[in-house]
């Protein structure tokens, strides 16, 4: 059973950095199925925030695009969410997601 625990949230300043990490268990699949990232803040629903592909191409959200990083280390099963430039528009429970499995996410608030 794949189980996904992300970590690094936090608070911090408008324009400070965070990197949150995805540890997966169960899987060795991140170079099969690739990985994505999601935010949800309260009364929204889940939003897209970056994925990284099989063969490692990366697409992200237009609010995120330059300021977010999406990467991922195979041998260690950990994916990464290098967030730079942070904005209050940010604020949310971030989620990894592998294969059918959620993480529990993890809390990011970025104070003006």
């Known amino acids: 059973q794949v189980q996904l625990v992300e970590s690094g949230g936090g608070l911090v300043q408008v324009g400070g950095s965070l990197r949150l990490s995805c540890a997966a268990s169960?899987?060795?699949?991140?170079?099969?199925?690739g990985v994505w990232w999601y935010r949800q803040t309260p009364g929204q629903q889940r939003e897209y925030v970056a994925s990284i592909t099989a063969s490692r191409d990366e697409n992200y959200a237009y609010s995120v695009r330059g300021r977010f990083t999406i990467s991922r280390d195979d041998a260690r099963n950990t994916a990464f969410l290098q967030m730079n430039a942070l904005k209050s528009e940010d604020t949310a429970i971030y989620y990894c997601?592998?294969?059918?499995?959620w993480g529990q996410g993890t809390q990011v608030t970025v104070s003006s």
């Open positions: 997601h592998h294969q059918a499995a």
């Open positions: 169960g899987t060795n699949l991140f170079s099969v199925y």
